[in-house]
């Protein structure tokens, strides 16, 4: 079954309330190919291997979280980025990333899927007042140490995560997907036990130290997978085509 290319972007747009979110990138569309869609493959980020991959599917769309034209990057096609869009213009391949509006929305998003498969509750946002707060506030059904809940973010991810054990029992947490370590100002805020992003810097040891929280780093790659597979199966209930999420391995 196809679906046409506009309506898809349409529905996705309203789905998501993508003007609603002032972003870093465009999201939609960001590389047009076939005006029919069929078959797509999903991924986190735009990469040459992905890409490669959807090509070997005989993909008619690639949906990621990490596309192109960031602001302030170079401007200009060439060397990687023009590969990039050469492989994808070459195939009649469509590319469509969706950034905040995938990390925020109360269904897909990044974070709400990743709550759901490390059992918390969501009871919040991480910034008080804002509804589309990037980071959310939510609690385990039962306290762990932070050895056991490094234990179950490693059986969820595949990977260990880097950890800051204050050695206090854990229950409420806050998190944000990705490269939020900055964050960790308004958990310590909020007063959770412990704070679970993707990436960490120098800084972070100190603040998670000298505030008595927990802190974990997951992997800016590991903790947003979910939200590209969400919105690829919600598409596939919608319209019918066809969904591949396709993991390329990031070790950050």
């Given amino acids: 079954m196809f679906v046409e290319r506009n309506l898809l972007l349409q529905e996705i747009e309203q789905f998501l309330n993508v003007n609603a979110i002032s972003d870093y990138c465009p999201n939609g569309l960001q590389v047009e190919g076939k005006a029919q869609i069929k078959r797509i493959v ?24 990490h596309g192109y034209f960031w602001k302030g990057e170079d401007q200009r096609v060439i060397g990687m980025k ?45 910034e008080p007042g804002n509804p589309r707060s990037v980071g959310l506030i939510g609690t385990l059904d039962a306290p762990l140490s932070a050895k056991d809940f490094a234990a179950r973010i490693e059986s969820v991810l595949g ?15 806050a998190w944000c997907t990705g490269g939020a370590q900055g964050y960790i100002e308004q958990a310590i805020a909020a007063g959770v036990d412990a704070y679970l992003t993707g990436e960490v810097s120098e800084r972070t040891f100190h ?6 929280i927990s802190f974990f780093a997951a992997g800016h790659h590991a903790t947003e997978r979910y939200g590209v597979q969400a919105l690829g199966e919600w598409l596939v209930k919608r319209f019918g085509i066809e969904h591949h999420y396709v993991e390329c391995d990031n070790p950050v």
């Fill in 42 to 65: 999903s991924g986190v980020t735009a990469s040459q291997a992905l890409i490669d991959a959807a090509i070997e599917l005989q993909a008619d769309a690639i949906l990621v979280h």
């Fill in 159 to 173: 990977r260990a995560p880097l950890v800051f054990d204050q050695h206090k029992p854990i229950q409420s947490v």
């Fill in 207 to 212: 603040e998670a130290q000298e505030n008595g």
């Fill in 82 to 126: 023009q590969r990039r869009i050469k492989a994808l213009l070459t195939h009649d391949i469509n590319l469509l990333a969706y950034h905040l509006p995938l990390d925020v929305h109360p269904e897909v998003g990044n974070n709400v899927q990743l709550a759901q498969r490390l059992g918390l509750t969501v009871t919040g946002p991480l």
